[in-house]
């Protein structure tokens, strides 16, 4: 069984930085893909950032030059670096995975985490 944990969330000044982890425990497919979202309260759910099992990578426009995805595939551990924080960043962030490097497209995700907190404090 998959499980999906993501950490890292808390509060932090506006222009800070931040690094989320997630770590996947039963998640063994070589074609895969792992991603960040994040929803605000009152908003939809938005996708932020995915990485693909050929280290192909993805990001939303405004988060493209502040954030980082990458990942440790011996770990199955995926990281979001977070840099130059806005007060609009804040949300709860999901980690989201499955097979299939299609994913990193179609977003639709069999396994998601329970998300962490990022607050940013202008």
């Known amino acids: 069984q998959v499980q999906v944990v993501e950490s890292g969330g808390r509060l932090v000044q506006a222009g800070g930085s931040l690094r989320l982890s997630c770590g996947a425990s039963?998640?063994?497919?070589?074609?895969?893909?792992m991603g960040w979202y994040r929803q605000a309260p009152g908003k939809e759910r938005e996708g932020i950032a995915t990485?693909?099992?050929?280290?192909?990578?993805s990001y939303r426009d405004s988060v493209e030059g502040r954030f980082a995805i990458s990942k440790d595939a011996a770990n199955n551990t995926l990281y979001l670096q977070m840099d130059g924080l806005k007060p609009e960043d804040t949300a709860m962030y999901y980690c989201?995975?499955?097979?299939?490097?299609?994913?990193?497209?179609?977003?639709?995700?069999?396994?998601w985490g329970q998300g962490t907190q990022v607050t940013v404090s202008s």
């Open positions: 989201a995975a499955d097979k299939g490097r299609f994913r990193c497209i179609t977003g639709d995700f069999s396994y």
């Open positions: 039963g998640y063994t497919y070589s074609s895969n893909c």
């Open positions: 990485i693909d099992s050929d280290g192909g990578t």
